[in-house]
């Protein structure tokens, strides 16, 4: 029995001496607590091209991908811009300066323009850790308010059962200058990208990655040495152009061309891609009409949808895809460019790290270089992570996507910045479809504003 309460009294000690070095334990924990916050430093200044200008104070706007909550700061004398105590999170930072009209006639000697000019930079889709102290470098560049451009992309498609679904996709491409230009041996790309890059659980395995994620394509199979392969060029999953001799098509300042997927009036009676069956959509509202677009891309499996009274594009590439799909998620970068050859482009499948098992996909390479406009768009998944951007800064310097989602009948549209007296609208176009874009609801040759 003594044997008995003496173990009971021995355990009785042993436990509160765990209590008691649990209690220090925490008291140690408050004196050294967890860091559980970052801290954000932008520095910021303008491309060399217009160096030589004074750089005044630059409005800086932090945004957390997952909450969507922006905070603005402004640079100090220096060009920094510093947001303490950040949450650890993933983060997109966008930098805007507008620099007097007068300034940006004397760096660049462009005495026509009379507005001030905006400039902006972005870095998107990177996170804290805890304690640490980020340094983002941005240079401000713009833009320019002349020759063709994306003014709308519709590719959230309607609601599947009272609208068109994925049918009424669109892309409209605007003559944003004050002269009649021609849409001959125009091209439009719709390039891939990595929607899930280095370390996420979706990734694929199968192939190779850059360190940021995009997918590193100088290890494609049968890709020249001796080029930058990730920087130079984009991946074309489709690529059409639009036919002509040289001034058989002309875009008169402040006009359109539409592109939809199917040439139909879908707030009427249509047939649907699906399974070929005539549907009458319940809610018109929901959708557009799309059957006196200028041009459609008439693929193989769907000739039965050709409108004989809108012209075709030239389909120059169609990897894998049986119509011009557009990603109702946001996950593409869309550029126009022209090309005295673009049939002969060069073809390659994803970077495989085992060729065998590689998917038959295919992408065409396009230059960088060759660039008209670009437009890269990325909405976040919904556990917070945003894809890497597979458009380089220098083209896009952000990316945007439809805030209302999948099936919502809404696009992004390039935003009206100024009505000149003869009712034609110059839009915005600064390089940063971060700032140009804004979610609207679908309308072809509609406006944003």
Request: charge should be negative.
């Amino acid at each position: 029995m003594k044997q008995v309460n003496f173990i009971g009294k021995s355990l009785r000690f042993a436990l509160i001496a765990l209590l008691l070095s649990g209690i220090s334990s925490c008291s140690d924990d408050n004196n050294a607590p967890d860091v559980i916050s970052g801290t954000l430093e932008v520095r910021v200044k303008l491309q060399e091209l217009y160096s030589d200008a004074t750089l005044g104070v630059v409005n800086v706007e932090l945004k957390n991908i997952n909450t969507g909550k922006t905070t603005t700061v402004q640079t100090d004398a220096k060009g920094v811009a510093t947001f303490s105590n950040l949450p650890i999170d993933t983060y997109d930072v966008t930098a805007t300066y507008t620099m007097p009209a007068a300034d940006y006639a004397t760096i660049t000697g462009n005495t026509s323009v009379a507005a001030d000019v905006l400039f902006s930079a972005s870095a998107t889709g990177f996170a804290l850790q805890p304690g640490e102290t980020k340094v983002v470098e941005l240079e401000l560049g713009t833009g320019n308010a002349s020759g063709f451009v994306f003014k709308t992309i519709y590719q959230s498609g309607s609601d599947t059962k009272k609208g068109a679904g994925e049918d009424d996709q669109f892309i409209e491409i605007y003559n944003n200058s004050d002269r009649t230009l021609y849409a001959d041996s125009l091209c439009i790309a719709v390039t891939t990208m990595s929607r899930y890059g280095n370390g996420h659980a979706s990734q694929d395995k199968r192939y190779y990655y850059t360190e940021d994620g995009r997918y590193d394509w100088s290890k494609s199979e049968g890709m020249p040495q001796g080029i930058n392969a990730n920087d130079d060029y984009y991946y074309a999953d489709m690529l059409f152009m639009i036919p002509g001799s040289g001034k058989d098509h002309a875009v008169k300042p402040g006009e359109s061309i539409v592109i939809p997927r199917f040439a139909q009036n879908y707030k009427g009676t249509f047939t649907t891609s699906s399974r070929g069956e005539t549907k009458n959509v319940e809610d018109p509202s929901l959708t557009v009409d799309l059957s006196t677009a200028d041009f459609e891309p008439v693929f193989k499996r769907y000739e039965s949808l050709d409108n004989v009274n809108v012209a075709n594009l030239e389909l120059i590439h169609t990897g894998i895809n049986s119509s011009m799909r557009l990603s109702r998620n946001s996950k593409q970068g869309f550029v126009l460019f022209r090309h005295s050859d673009p049939k002969g482009l060069p073809v390659y499948k994803f970077p495989a790290i085992d060729p065998a098992k590689n998917s038959n996909a295919t992408f065409r390479q396009i230059s960088n270089g060759e660039l008209i406009d670009v437009v890269e768009t990325i909405a976040p998944n919904a556990d917070g992570y945003l894809s890497p951007k597979a458009i380089r800064a220098k083209d896009d310097a952000g990316y945007t996507y439809s805030t209302k989602g999948e099936y919502s009948s809404y696009a992004v549209s390039r935003k009206v910045i100024k009505t000149l007296s003869n009712g034609r609208r110059v839009l915005q176009d600064v390089n940063n479809s971060t700032l140009d874009f804004v979610t609207v609801k679908a309308e072809p040759r509609g406006f944003a504003n």
